[in-house]
């Protein structure tokens, strides 16, 4: 089977007749059973302390197993929930002459984060009037942060993606 686990195969004691027992007086008030089975047609495994603890060794090691998958299997659901984000689009338009633009957007969060250890990832989609020199995301809070950017733009369309701080 692969985890040092074999199976016992274990066989039903079948005989003529089943469950038959003959009595044998030795003495006065004492007798002996004896197995009047008949004819065995298959002997049965015999039933000991080595085979059952064989049978228990399988079952706790696989208890043992299914919990290392299980807590395996937790950490990957967390991982993934941590790594599950958003994505959207906004669009910055400048008012001031370059270099003092002060383009910016608060973007809020469709879902609050349980922490400010996410990761927000910028892309310049599309640009108006100038070029787009710079773009960053700062001042992260649970709920929002903000972006801006630097250049000679009139307008800038951003995507961002938003992963982590789920805890």
């Known amino acids: 089977m692969g985890y040092g686990y074999e199976p016992e195969h274990w066989l039903d004691h079948v005989a ?4 038959r027992w003959e009595i044998e007086q030795v003495g006065e008030n004492l007798v002996v059973l004896k ?43 967390r991982d993934i929930e941590a790594l599950t984000g958003e994505c959207g689009e906004v669009i910055i338009n400048s008012t001031g002459k370059y270099p003092f633009n002060e383009a ?51 307008s800038v369309k951003i995507k961002y993606w938003v992963t982590g701080g789920k805890g």
Do not use: C, W
């Open 35 to 77: 197995r009047a089975e008949g004819r065995i047609i298959q002997q049965g495994t015999p039933q000991s302390a080595s085979r059952f603890n064989h049978m228990e060794l399988g079952i706790l090691e696989s208890y043992l197993l299914a919990q290392l998958l299980e807590s395996r299997m937790l950490q990957m659901v």
């Open 16 to 19: 003529e007749f089943p469950g």
């Open 104 to 154: 910016v957007v608060t973007v809020p969060l469709k879902a609050q984060r349980a922490n400010l250890d996410y990761r927000v990832e910028l892309e310049v989609s599309e640009v108006a009037g100038g070029m787009a020199e710079t773009v960053r995301a700062y001042d992260k809070q649970k709920n929002g942060f903000k972006i801006a950017f630097m250049g000679s733009a009139k």
